[in-house]
């Protein structure tokens, strides 16, 4: 487990991850370029992995979004849990999940192994620990 002097961590499953678990090779540039963006956070291992980082939550989410987008891919769907649990009046420190991929690469891996599509798209979860 990885955090920084803020506790801010983020956990995301990485392409050995998913070539491992469906008994896939990398066979196209974009899962290339997209092993290579997530390399950027630090060291890949082998299912889910939490990573530091010494920015807040919204900054890290920043980060985030603007390096998936500029390795072309796309972020559908962005969910802040914390705001969710206020809305009910309960307290969820922050967390915050990013959802992204590309539609041209994740067909292509459903067409080699359509169980794939458990682990697709992919996801960064961003969250506050319980040191605040």
Do not use: C
């Amino acid at each position: 487990m990885y955090e920084d002097t803020s506790g801010i961590q983020f956990n995301f499953n990485d392409i050995g991850y998913l070539t491992d678990r469906h008994d896939l090779r990398i066979l196209n540039l974009s899962m290339l370029l997209l092993n290579k963006a997530q390399e950027q956070f630090g060291k890949l291992d082998n299912g889910v992995i939490i990573i530091e980082s010494n920015q807040s939550v919204d900054d890290t989410v920043f980060s985030l979004r603007t390096a998936l987008v500029d390795a072309g891919l796309a972020i559908p769907l962005e969910i802040e849990f914390g705001a969710d649990a206020a809305g009910r009046r309960t307290r969820l420190r922050q967390t915050t999940l990013l959802v992204f991929g590309n539609p041209n690469v994740g067909t292509q891996l459903m067409q080699n192994r359509q169980e794939i599509g458990l682990d697709l798209p992919q996801k960064f979860l961003v969250f506050e620990d319980r040191k605040g």
